[in-house]
């Protein structure tokens, strides 16, 4: 080994970040750098276009190394995640046989099991789990919070009569202790925590069954930013150390017990971050609580010479992670199977336990085999061709990454403080004050797409003119337990980013009249053909059926070709110096019996609305609120 490292290109003298500045400033031409080249985030703070080895300087986490404390580069030395796939308990029998199966045969290595309250029984429980081993295979279950301590006591029945090793089973049954004032919009019982208890000690008998589930999946399935997803999610977890531990129970017993469960959205690079940041906030959380020594593993490596006394492995968080569902959209549905991809890869790439990928129909009916199939294999693929899995934090000393890191990190802390502040997550969550904030977060989001601020591919931009959706969406069950009760406080709003763009579309579906829109390109090919693709864009979310043209001479055979097409809408595309001349002229001539629009905001905007023209696109619109004024005129 060379005792001195090599200066690559020792022919090209460094550049200082001024340098860059100073070049970039010229380049900009008077823009502000600022404006034109920082990111301005939903999640609180700045992205800058560049990073450099400056900005890294001094951090910790950046000297740590996988399966070392705080953990952010992995609480393994490996990255072999858990491929899970979920699976709707209707029948006991026929859910055996299909976990069988997905085991067996299809590359998964652990199932999730939704099973209704009312079917929590040692019968039902022995028929679904027949021929399953629970030592070669994580097994999950998902049922009422009123049934989750029996479902535990039967599982530990089960496994003792099959003569399974108590110690090596792994898996969880997910007690969500908040799903009540968050999901259902009824607070708390005061005495909530005594029930928390009677869970974690039923989940005693299976030492590595996690049985406290931190649900922020449902934060990131009602639209929350990536940073109120973890912020609340730490809450979450520490309202939940923080009272056990009044109850006598040490804090590394309950850390070992709580699984969280994140949503992954479609912010590649910041969801990365978001739980490499995760495992460095819990870590940190956990390690405050400054507990006796560990008990579980008296030999543990985690363990230094300065804090012997300390339970390191109750600082690593353990997480599964589930692709969101509030970018997912029924109309071009294929295009679900793209967004998972990227999710399950920053997932992966992060270092997560385990990971499900929703089929890419799962929003709007019963998921079929072809749609699961894919789904598992997006998994196997990352696995198996791609080898993600070989790797342990790829995105660890980039520069973009530990910075994006550290601001999510930061962002989030600060919102887990201010929680505290207020007395902690059951107070926040009772006062409806964290359902307020996600649901506020969706509206702003919701807003960005209906302004196409946020792009929803086949939905908001680029859809496709001829899709027909049909009644494709299947209603909510309930739990089996006959526990519903109205509504008493703000609970998560889980609409998703499409669904008011899709009930625009359902709705010209379902009227039986799809409004024609007839597009008058006429003057300068290159403006009328932009516009024209950006106007026929425009309406086809909107589900109306779009004629384009190249080109008319006049204004007047334009309008001719719009009659003879019968169309309901007639947009003009042009050039902002020729909508002067054109747009007068052709408005007059459609006389009211047409829709006129005209595509763009140019200078003379002002004086076409005194002659009488109402309508103009352009990319400053609201694109939602446009088309359902048109909708409310035309259908």
């Known amino acids: 080994m060379a005792e001195a490292k090599e200066k690559l290109f020792p022919e090209f003298p460094p550049v200082s970040t001024q340098e860059w500045m100073d070049k970039i400033t010229a380049d900009l031409k008077g823009v502000p750098f600022e404006k034109k080249l920082v990111w301005k985030t939903g999640e609180g703070f700045n992205v800058n276009p560049f990073y450099r080895a400056e900005d890294i300087e001094g951090m910790a986490t950046v000297t740590s190394l996988p399966g070392e404390f705080p953990y952010v580069r992995g609480t393994n030395v490996s990255n072999a995640w858990l491929v899970r796939q979920d699976i709707e308990v209707t029948d006991c029998a026929s859910a055996n046989e299909k976990a069988r199966r997905l085991v067996a045969e299809c590359g998964v290595t652990s199932l999730g099991f939704r099973i209704k309250g009312e079917r929590v029984s040692a019968d039902n429980i022995q028929t679904l789990l027949e021929g399953i081993c629970p030592v070669e295979t994580e097994l999950n279950f998902m049922t009422c919070n009123r049934r989750a301590v029996e479902l535990l006591g039967i599982l530990t029945g089960y496994y003792k009569e099959k003569g399974v090793d108590l110690n090596k089973v792994q898996g969880s049954v997910a007690y969500d202790a908040f799903k009540v004032p968050l999901v259902k919009g009824i607070a708390l019982e005061s005495d909530w925590i005594e029930d928390v208890v009677d869970m974690l000690k039923a989940g005693e008998a299976l030492p590595h069954y996690r049985v406290l589930a931190v649900q922020a999946c449902n934060l990131s399935d009602a639209g929350s930013y990536i940073t109120q997803e973890l912020g609340y999610a730490m809450a979450w977890g520490n309202e939940l150390l923080a009272k056990l531990a009044e109850a006598g129970i040490p804090v590394d017993k309950v850390a070992n017990k709580i699984k969280f469960n994140f949503g992954i959205s479609s912010n590649y690079f910041m969801e990365i971050a978001k739980f490499r940041a995760a495992r460095w906030l819990w870590a940190e959380i956990v390690k405050a609580y400054d507990d006796p020594a560990c008990t579980c593993r008296p030999d543990s490596s985690d363990k230094t010479a300065d804090d012997s006394a300390f339970c390191r492995c109750a600082c690593k968080i353990k997480i599964h992670a589930h692709t969101s569902a509030w970018n997912m959209t029924v109309f071009d549905a294929y295009v679900n199977m793209l967004r998972t991809q990227t999710e399950a890869m920053s997932a992966a790439i992060a270092g997560v336990d385990s990971i499900t990928v929703s089929p890419y129909d799962d929003v709007f009916k019963t998921p079929d085999e072809f749609s699961e199939r894919i789904a598992r294999n997006q998994q196997l693929l990352l696995k198996e061709e791609c080898h993600f899995d070989r790797v342990v934090d790829p995105g660890g000393g980039s520069y973009y990454i530990e910075v994006l890191t550290r601001s999510v990190a930061e962002a989030a802390w600060k919102l887990f403080l201010e929680v505290e502040d207020k007395g902690g997550f059951a107070v926040v969550a009772n006062a409806g004050e964290v359902q307020q904030a996600v649901n506020e977060s969706n509206?702003?989001?919701?807003?960005?797409?209906?302004?196409?601020?946020?792009?929803?591919?086949?939905?908001?931009?680029?859809?496709?003119?001829?899709?027909?959706?049909?009644?494709?969406?299947?209603?909510?069950?309930?739990?089996?337990?006959?526990?519903?009760?109205?509504?008493?406080?703000?609970?998560?709003?889980?609409?998703?980013?499409?669904?008011?763009?899709?009930?625009?579309?359902?709705?010209?579906?379902?009227?039986?009249?799809?409004?024609?829109?007839?597009?008058?390109?006429?003057?300068?090919?290159?403006?009328?053909?932009a516009r024209s693709q950006f106007s026929s864009n425009f309406f086809a979310c909107a589900g109306y059926e779009i004629f384009d043209n190249l080109g008319f001479e006049t204004v007047e055979a334009g309008v001719k070709a719009a009659r003879e097409k019968k169309a309901d809408i007639i947009v003009l595309c042009s050039s902002d110096d020729e909508y002067a001349t054109f747009a007068p002229e052709a408005f007059k001539?459609?006389?009211?019996?047409?829709?006129?629009?005209?595509?763009?905001?140019p200078a003379c905007m002002d004086d076409l609305k005194a002659?009488?023209?109402?309508?103009?696109?352009?990319?400053?619109?609201?694109?939602l609120e446009t088309l359902q004024m048109f909708n409310r005129s035309l259908l």
């Open 611 to 623: 002659a009488g023209i109402e309508h103009f696109i352009h990319v400053r619109s609201n694109v």
């Open 443 to 529: 509206s702003a989001r919701k807003k960005q797409i209906a302004t196409r601020r946020i792009s929803l591919l086949g939905t908001n931009i680029f859809p496709n003119f001829t899709e027909i959706a049909g009644n494709k969406i299947e209603a909510d069950s309930e739990c089996g337990c006959h526990c519903h009760k109205d509504s008493e406080i703000a609970k998560l709003d889980f609409s998703r980013g499409a669904s008011e763009f899709e009930a625009l579309r359902l709705e010209t579906e379902k009227s039986g009249k799809r409004p024609k829109v007839f597009m008058l390109t006429i003057g300068n090919l290159a403006m009328r053909l």
């Open 589 to 601: 001539l459609t006389g009211g019996k047409e829709l006129f629009v005209v595509a763009g905001a």
